[in-house]
């Protein structure tokens, strides 16, 4: 009973996300491709410098961060930016 719930709240939330940012981003991607683009954000941890952006930049991800204010996709994110950027999104 439990795992069900769980369940269900998990899909639901994916969905409730999967939405808001379709709406945010202002129609301009599907569900489909807004999921597919953040599967392929990836970043590489180099120690002692932070964050290295390791996918490549698209119309999805200027949209992304034309949106929320945050560039990810030309430099090193350093520990404090990543930092930041994660405050400033759960806001």
Sequence with gaps: ???????FTTCFLSLT??????QRLGGEFTSTEIITNLRNMNFY????EG??????RTDFTDALHDTFGFRTD??????????????????
């Design 1 to 7: 009973d439990d795992r069900i719930k769980a369940h």
């Design 17 to 22: 996300i999967y939405r808001y940012l379709e």
């Design 45 to 48: 941890l180099a120690p002692g």
């Design 51 to 56: 964050y290295v952006p390791t996918y490549t």
């Design 74 to 91: 030309y430099e090193i994110v350093t520990m404090k930016q990543m930092k930041k950027i994660f405050r400033d999104t759960n806001k």
